[in-house]
């Protein structure tokens, strides 16, 4: 399902799952021609894993065009297939299940932040912050969500002769209260990870104890009322160009509680000092009542750190707070 857009692309129109309009390519033959058919922006995929940076959304023909060429010389070790999309307009939410085999639970969910600069602007991203819940999943379309999607998704794979044991995030786009599934990950997101650890009440080992023995209908998964934000601090120049090992200073003056991390992600320690390797580096995350309160201790925590190189949003979850 993760690894191969292509496959998961099949299922869904095996078993009539909405998503995105698509063709699959191994070859250059025939790319042209279709993507002169298309309406813009167009999304081109590459088909195997890619580290988060395998999707272009394209503005132009000819840029969607290059984005294929580059793919099939060999961009991404993993693949030289890729799939061309159309796009869907509306708001990505990130839902999650837990399957073992036979039957399945929620397990939270969360809107992430793809683009590099504020307003959603920019290239895309492995995620520059997310925050849970999502405020747009009504009663009404997690029944869609459930209905159309994850359950013809589980049922297909059984029929496969594989049924489905973990984690299970479906990557959604949601316009007029109607989902359409953009892809699947086989694990929790980064960095919706962060925030649905921070909302999670129940044990992390039982739940997943549960889904080995087969046991997740009998497992009752509890989770805060509060919101959870994260804001990734990220190396200039990320994701186009990859930064010099630079000192990351002060992280010791931060004062955390139980409602307040800063996780690490490229980071190392030498000689007693923090440094970055670049890329998406730090995540200020924070649990509160409100999410606005919340965003507002990730950013006074990454404001207090001394780092040359920082980068990160101030507008995470601007969709929920600012509009």
Excluded at 144 to 161: A, C, D, F, S, V
Excluded at 165 to 192: C, F
Aim: glycine share 8%; aromatic share 8%; net charge positive.
């Amino acid at each position: 399902l993760e690894k191969s857009k292509s496959f998961t692309k099949q299922l869904c129109k095996k078993y009539k799952i909405p998503t995105a309009q698509y063709k699959s390519f191994s070859s250059m033959k025939g790319v042209k021609e279709y993507i002169k058919k298309m309406n813009t922006p167009i999304v081109i995929k590459a088909d195997g894993l890619a580290s988060g940076k395998g999707v272009f959304i394209c503005n132009y023909k000819n840029e969607a065009l290059q984005k294929c060429k580059e793919i099939n010389q060999g961009k991404f070790k993993s693949s030289k297939k890729f799939v061309i999309e159309e796009f869907l307009s509306g708001e990505e939410v990130s839902y999650f299940v837990l399957s073992d085999g036979k039957n399945y639970k929620f397990f939270g969910s969360a809107q992430d932040h793809k683009r590099i600069g504020e307003g959603d602007t920019g290239p895309n991203t492995g995620g520059m912050g997310a925050y849970s819940p999502s405020n747009i999943i009504t009663k009404k379309v997690e029944e869609k969500i459930k209905q159309q999607i994850i359950e013809p998704t589980l049922k297909g794979l059984k029929k496969l002769g594989c049924p489905f044991v973990g984690i299970l995030y479906a990557g959604l786009i949601i316009k007029d209260n109607q989902p359409k599934l953009i892809e699947y990950n086989i694990r929790l997101g980064d960095p919706e990870c962060q925030v649905l650890m921070m909302r999670l009440k129940t044990d992390l080992l039982k739940i997943i104890l549960a889904c080995k023995k087969k046991q997740i209908n009998k497992t009752t998964v509890n989770w805060s009322n509060k919101k959870a934000i994260t804001i990734v601090a990220s190396s200039k120049g990320y994701p186009n160009k990859q930064s010099k090992i630079s000192e990351i200073k002060n992280t010791k003056k931060i004062l955390l509680n139980n409602n307040q991390y800063l996780f690490h992600s490229s980071t190392f320690k030498k000689s007693n000092k923090i440094f970055s390797s670049g890329g998406r580096v730090l995540n200020a995350t924070a649990l509160n009542k409100n999410l606005k309160s919340a965003r507002d201790t990730c950013i006074n925590m990454l404001k207090k750190i001394n780092w040359k190189d920082k980068y990160f949003r101030k507008d995470i979850g601007w969709r929920a707070i600012d509009s």
